[in-house]
């Protein structure tokens, strides 16, 4: 079994944009601005041997505002430019009840089959409350990012910014387990 890490997308991998105090994803390509230190960061978490997905809702594709194409070429940039092993994404909006938007740990147990993932010992970083509680549902630890978007629900940890995340999290996964004699 391997271990994962999944990274939300908007506001962690890409800048997002805040409108009325609340984040929106980008649309389009030339709205699409990868966060420069991305890269260096989830190259560390691959030298651990970890599998590194990303994860996002895109429910513009499902109202219609979000166009297929658009969201194709900006994640062929994101997959081109950081070393992902995957992009997951959930394109529903709440009223389609799916199992897959987060909080919901659709995409997590999805990706439990697909990559052979020990969620248990599996880690989620986020800057927003739905990923630490998706987290929370499947056993796996959420680090969070301080930002705006933190709610008052289950946090595992919280650091200030992506860099201490992954530092974080990479002492974490190497701290041997205590076996018991
Ligand atoms: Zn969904």
Redesign the pocket.
Known sequence: MKVGVFIERDGVLNQALVERSQQVSPLSPGQFKINPAAAGLVRKLKAAGLVVIATT?QPGLSRGYQSRRALDQMHAQLMKAVPLDEIML???DET?H????KP?P?LLTEARYKWQLDLDRSFVISDKWPDADAALAVGATSLLITSPWLGNAHHDLVLPDFPSAVEKLLQLHTTPMVTLA
């Open positions: 809702n959930c394109p529903h389609d799916c199992p897959c938007r919901k659709g």
